[in-house]
């Protein structure tokens, strides 16, 4: 199942010499990857209890509209220059393929 990748959306955008940029950028994959498995995970076996818990972690996090945290979901993809609901939109899609 193919990802869509937060930095396929900042790509050709200047967040790889902004070092908070690129790490909101890392923050937002990370999340995606927690999500939607990585690589290690998309192998049938039994998930552990920290893997799931970091599911949960993060579809809360990417479901998430509070704005208190600068990390936030909403507020990283605005500094990145995302729509993010679109970018959720655009995840659910990537999980239904």
Request: hydrophobic share 40%; proline share 6%; glycine share 4%.
């Amino acid at each position: 199942m193919p990802v869509v990748l937060p930095t396929q959306y900042v790509r050709g955008s200047n967040a790889r010499f902004d070092p908070y940029k690129s790490l909101m950028a890392a923050v937002l994959q990370t999340a995606v990857d927690d999500r939607w498995g990585s690589v290690h995970r998309q192998v049938p076996r039994q998930w552990s209890a920290d893997e799931i818990k970091g599911v949960r972690l993060a579809t809360a996090y990417l479901a998430s509209t509070d704005r208190t945290w600068p990390f936030s979901f909403e507020n990283v993809c605005e500094a990145l220059g995302l729509d993010p609901t679109v970018l959720r939109q655009e995840l659910q899609k990537e999980l239904r393929t």
